[in-house]
Antibody, heavy 124, light 104 residues
Framework: QVTLKESGPVLVKPTETLTLTCTVS??????????VSWIRQPPGKALEWLAH???????SYSTSLKSRLTISKDTSKSQVVLTMTNMDPVDTATYYC????????????????WGQGTLVTVSS | EIVLTQSPGTLSLSPGERATLSCRAS???????LAWYQQKPGQAPRLLIY???SRATGIPDRFSGSGSGTDFTLTISRLEPEDFAVYYC?????FGQGTKLEIK
């Protein structure tokens, strides 16, 4: 059974750094056909992809947020970690991690399993 | 960067009716990379369709996807009460802005 679960703070202050952890089970982070992405959704708004990490540790980032994001993984712990620096109230959102099925060229196809999401509020 | 535009923004229909949701790409894309998701309030998105027309595991056959090039469609043949939700299309790392399917 494939599961993903996000964990991290529910409240962060402006300018602080957010660290979120995605713990996965039912598949390996070393599987070449799979990767993990972080995706966020501000209240009442659409989904926004943030970052992705492949089995070979290759990473991709949203162009608009690249300077603030770092994604990493610990395969032995089945965890993927996202850090986002300089948090702002506009970053208030539900943050999801999702498993991504990847093609032979490492291009992402679709997200087949999602975590429940964690709501992060940015406020002083 | 390719943009996905979904229409309509809101679709009001009754149970039993047919729903047709559109996703238009700003330039031609491979159908292999086009997926659709359903999201209900307070829940994570759920994969419905991948590769433009393949149903994900456990998805009822009233859901179907079609299209190629720049124009893709999600069709729900006969709406059930549980189908009223927000639907998103996705291509690689880009999502559309969503279509809200509401009860008329």
């Amino acid at each position: 059974q494939v599961t993903l679960k996000e964990s991290g703070p529910v409240l962060v202050k402006p300018t602080e750094t957010l660290t979120l952890t995605c713990t996965v089970s039912g598949f390996s982070l070393s599987n070449a056909r799979m990767g993990v992405s972080w995706i966020r959704q501000p209240p009442g708004k659409a989904l926004e992809w943030l970052a992705h990490i492949f089995s070979n540790d290759e990473k991709s980032y949203s162009t608009s947020l690249k300077s603030r994001l770092t994604i990493s993984k610990d395969t032995s712990k089945s965890q993927v970690v996202l850090t986002m620096t300089n948090m702002d109230p506009v970053d208030t959102a539900t943050y999801y991690c999702a498993r991504c099925i990847v093609g032979a060229t490492t291009l992402p196809y679709y997200f087949d399993y999602w975590g429940q999401g964690t709501l992060v509020t940015v406020s002083s | 960067e390719i943009v996905l535009t979904q229409s309509p923004g809101t679709l009001s229909l009754s149970p039993g009716e047919r729903a047709t949701l559109s996703c238009r790409a700003s330039q031609s894309v491979s159908s292999s990379y086009l997926a659709w998701y359903q999201q209900k309030p307070g829940q994570a998105p759920r994969l419905l369709i991948y590769g433009a027309s393949s149903r994900a595991t456990g998805i009822p056959d009233r859901f179907s996807g079609s299209g190629s090039g720049t124009d893709f469609t999600l069709t729900i043949s006969r709406l059930e009460p549980e189908d009223f939700a927000v639907y998103y299309c996705q291509r690689r790392y880009t999502f559309g802005q969503g279509t809200k399917l509401e009860i008329k």
